[in-house]
């Protein structure tokens, strides 16, 4: 068995998702997949388009096998902190011997290196010191690098997936995981790429999922997305600036990502906004992405604080399987509680309840994001998917 891990939010599931997974099986001969999928929230700051079991069977459908849980604050983190919990969770099944992943770059030695190059400004004080100049964190850490590396480094590091490529490499060596680093290169449309031309097959997600909230036929680019159910951030608008209207400047500063008085900006911005948009708008500057802005507001609003991210995960939910996937959980050996049912993982220690009572919180308020409201209490009553 050569088993691969795929970190993945699949939102929608598309061309480019398949074509990723069938390159998997073929260059780096997988004979099984495993998928750690982000569930309800995804991590640009937002809510996921269809849920993540309708997400799962589609995964499941086109080459994955096994499909587990990030867990919600992580799927909302930075690209660091999602790339964390993502790699600790393939770590602890004890059996995955690859993690592939797409890159525009291809190349697995200039990722590596650019991830040494990473680490090298994070540790320099003058990575702190340019952001409080104002520059945002992606163009301070391009400016220290910049110093010190050559150009193809800094060209490497501007690419987006090239970036998240190089936090899997860090996690990995961050927890020395026997897992290997295996890069694909990014097949035709760039990420958050908007251009639709009409003789390409492949699509951003980005570009997906403005296509489906103005109703357009995707079916040419993501043809197994059931769209009959979709969710929109917009649909908990008022909920989310309500709660925020509420919330307290001690409250924002113990938000993840929230830095050098960002609570502040955000209570002011809070106190006038009528609308999600104006409250980005803002709250962001030059020194805030607008992905990390939207991170921070939801992370707000469903009550993630940063010590939720001094957690390791502290279990594995599976979502879904088929017959490879059970022959991966035979091989597992995992070190922390596998299991399907989130109360049953809540019981195993202190730190899973906090993280199954986090996970069933958000996900009632994800249950409102849809057209026709939800229940609250799916996340304890849902079966997973599994398939032969």
């Known amino acids: 068995m050569n088993i691969c891990g795929i970190i993945c939010e699949y939102n929608p599931f598309h061309n480019g998702h398949k074509y990723h997974i069938e390159q998997t099986r073929s260059a780096c001969g997988a004979t099984h997949t495993v998928g750690v999928m982000s569930g309800n929230f995804t991590q640009r700051g937002d809510v996921a388009i269809t849920d993540k079991y309708k997400r799962t069977e589609t995964a499941l459908k086109n080459g994955i096998d096994l499909v587990i849980e990030l867990?919600?604050?992580?799927?909302?983190?930075?690209?660091?902190?999602?790339?964390?919990?993502?790699?600790?969770?393939?770590?602890?099944?004890?059996?995955?011997?690859?993690?592939?992943?797409?890159?525009?770059?291809?190349?697995?030695?200039?990722?590596?290196?650019?991830?040494?190059?990473?680490?090298?400004?994070?540790?320099?004080?003058?990575?702190?010191?340019?952001?409080?100049?104002?520059?945002?964190y992606p163009s301070a850490l391009q400016k220290v690098i910049g110093k010190y590396y050559t150009d193809d480094v800094i060209e490497t590091l501007a690419s987006p997936n090239n970036t998240l490529a190089?936090?899997?490499?860090?996690?990995?060596?961050?927890?020395?995981?026997?897992?290997?680093?295996?890069?694909?290169?990014?097949?035709?449309a760039a990420h958050d790429s908007t251009i639709n031309d009409p003789n390409q097959e492949i699509l951003s997600a980005s570009q997906l999922r403005k296509m489906i909230e103005a109703k357009e036929d995707i079916s040419r680019y993501a043809p197994e997305c059931d769209l009959s159910e979709t969710a929109s951030v917009y649909n908990i608008e008022t909920a989310i600036l309500?709660?925020?209207?509420?919330?307290?400047?001690?409250?924002?500063?113990?938000?993840?990502?929230?830095?050098?008085?960002?609570?502040?900006?955000?209570?002011?911005?809070?106190?006038?906004?009528?609308?999600?948009?104006?409250?980005?708008?803002?709250?962001?500057?030059?020194?805030y992405t607008l992905a990390r802005i939207r991170r921070i507001i939801l992370s707000a609003f469903l009550g993630i604080t940063k010590n939720d991210l001094q957690i390791l995960p502290s279990y594995v939910r599976i979502l879904g399987m088929n017959g490879k996937g059970k022959e991966i959980l035979s091989e597992a050996k995992c070190?922390?509680?596998?299991?399907?049912?989130?109360?049953?993982?809540?019981?195993?220690?202190?730190?899973?309840?906090?993280?199954?009572?986090?996970?069933?919180?958000?996900?009632?308020?994800?249950?409102?994001?849809?057209?026709?409201?939800?229940?609250?209490?799916?996340?304890?009553t849902s079966k997973p998917i599994i398939l032969n």
Not at 99 to 116: H, P, Q, T, V, W
């Open 71 to 136: 867990p919600v604050a992580y799927s909302l983190g930075s690209a660091e902190q999602f790339a964390k919990g993502a790699v600790y969770l393939l770590n602890s099944l004890g059996c995955v011997n690859t993690l592939s992943f797409g890159s525009e770059s291809g190349d697995i030695n200039a990722l590596r290196e650019a991830a040494g190059a990473v680490l090298y400004a994070q540790e320099s004080e003058e990575l702190t010191s340019y952001m409080k100049e104002g520059l945002s």
């Open 166 to 188: 190089v936090e899997y490499i860090k996690a990995l060596d961050s927890i020395a995981s026997p897992i290997k680093p295996f890069t694909i290169k990014r097949h035709a």
């Open 242 to 287: 309500s709660k925020l209207r509420m919330i307290n400047k001690a409250a924002l500063e113990k938000t993840p990502n929230v830095i050098m008085g960002l609570e502040n900006r955000i209570q002011r911005a809070v106190s006038v906004a009528s609308s999600l948009n104006e409250l980005y708008f803002l709250v962001k500057t030059k020194r």
């Open 335 to 380: 070190d922390i509680p596998i299991n399907t049912s989130l109360s049953q993982l809540a019981e195993t220690s202190d730190n899973a309840r906090k993280q199954a009572k986090l996970e069933a919180r958000c996900g009632d308020q994800y249950a409102l994001a849809f057209k026709k409201k939800r229940p609250c209490g799916l996340e304890y």
